[in-house]
């Protein structure tokens, strides 16, 4: 009785698995990362009694935008599609009558009985299918419980410190490979995987992946309050910092950062605030406007003096006198200075941006090109001309953009000449 009810199961289930699948996802919410294909059955269907965890030959799978469709045959991945459109799976293990030729087709409905049949009835396979959300996973915060360390650069006035900062925003990640993050991360699933089984482990991989993230935006001499305009460069140094955890491990990578905010202790602004007081008063020019400053209020101070204002300014002379500060000294050295730097600049040098006086056409600290003088030109020969023509190879100065010239010879930039009125062919 054992073997005729296996040959019976074995031949029922084979025909009830004739009819050809249709799978469907609907919009997938933001919480769900993976879930498993479901056969579109309607109330009129006669596709009620196959095996769910089998594909017919010929059966079709739809994939909408920002889905990725994966067909696993008993824990192997045998095809993937992540383009949007209807996907016909034609090279399926289980054959139906309604695919391809009808002879082949029930010679093939045999053998599949008599496969089942030694397995007691049963398929003997496993075949799903699998969406994946490669949509943006949006709005995961993340703050730092803990200071991170930041090193606050300014090679033009020899600024150096380490400081501690916190951070807090929201960032968004993408799964940019499906098959990786299958195999590493979600495997088999029976219905769905949501992103709370996984957004604890990357919260914290995320924020552990902020201080070397960081140290590289600190190369570029970033400013604490300059991190949060260079969310760009802060994404794709955390990419490169996550790239062996997140990419090569999971699958995945780092769309977006928004930093909320970036604050440091009172102290340690205070001291990058002392620092660049210190660099200015380097230059004697803004050392003798600050002692110019402070003698105009001194001045007040002794103006306004209870002993009497004489009182008042013989112990502001005497002060003065001992302290040995005299801004029209300073105001002379920093002339001397401008005057010398000035001497040793090159007859054809040039000072860059960043302080560096330069002799060639480009600035050898920080690589930029020596700006050309107001009202030249350069034409397509290559050289740099002030004239209304090239001296070397005789071409015109082309005109700005967005003008014309009328036929009086005049420049226009509207739609009529301003000289004769003649209107723009």
């Known amino acids: 009785m054992g073997l005729i009810s296996a040959l019976v199961g074995a031949a029922g289930g084979v025909l009830a698995d004739q009819w050809k699948e249709f799978f469907y996802c609907e919009a997938m919410p ?137 951070c807090s925003g929201v960032y968004s990640y993408r799964i940019a490979n499906p098959l990786l993050f299958y195999s590493k991360v979600c495997g088999n699933v029976e219905k769905e995987y949501t992103r709370d089984q996984i957004d604890a482990q990357l919260k914290t991989e995320f924020v552990g992946a902020l201080q070397p993230a960081l140290a590289k935006l600190s190369d570029l001499e970033l400013r604490p309050n300059q991190i949060v305009a260079h969310n760009t460069d802060l994404e794709k140094a955390l990419n490169e910092v996550l790239s062996t955890s997140w990419g090569e491990l999971r699958g995945l990578e780092v769309v977006s950062v928004a930093l909320g905010s970036v604050t440091l202790p009172e102290a340690d602004q205070e001291l990058i605030k002392q620092a660049q007081r210190a660099a200015m008063l380097k230059d004697p020019t803004y050392a003798a406007a600050t002692v110019a400053a402070a003698q105009a209020d001194a001045m007040k101070a002794a103006a306004n003096n209870q002993g009497g204002a004489m009182a008042g300014f013989v112990g502001l002379g005497m002060a003065t006198q001992a302290g040995g500060a005299n801004a029209a000294n300073l105001f002379q050295l920093g002339q001397q200075q401008q005057q010398q730097a000035a001497a040793q600049q090159p007859a054809n040098g040039w000072t860059c941006s960043c302080g560096t006086v330069v002799n060639g056409n480009f600035c050898p600290q920080c690589g930029t090109k020596k700006p050309e003088p107001a009202g030249t030109w350069t034409c397509a020969c290559g050289s740099v001309n002030t004239g209304n023509f090239c001296p070397n190879c005789g071409s015109k100065k082309p005109e700005p953009a967005g003008t014309w010239t009328c036929a009086c010879g005049t420049v226009n930039t509207g739609n009529f000449c301003s000289n004769c009125g003649t209107k723009k062919e």
């Not at 696993?72 to 090279?91: K, W």
């Open 30 to 166: 933001k919480d769900v990362l993976v879930t498993k294909g479901q056969k579109v059955i309607s109330g009129r269907s006669s596709n009620t009694k196959g095996n769910d965890n089998i594909i017919s030959n010929g059966s079709k799978i739809a994939v909408a935008d920002g889905q990725c469709m994966m067909i696993v045959e008993s824990g192997l991945v045998v095809e993937v599609c992540a383009e949007p459109g209807e996907y016909i799976y034609d090279t399926s293990t289980e054959p139906s009558i309604f695919t391809g030729p009808l002879g082949q087709g029930i010679l093939d409905i045999f053998k599949q009985i008599g496969k089942r049949f030694t397995f007691g009835g049963d398929p003997g396979k496993d075949q799903r299918v699998y969406y994946f959300n490669i949509k943006e996973i949006l709005d995961n915060k993340f703050g730092t419980p803990n200071p991170v360390p930041f090193r606050v650069v300014d090679s033009k006035i020899n600024l150096d410190l380490d400081v501690s900062l916190r």
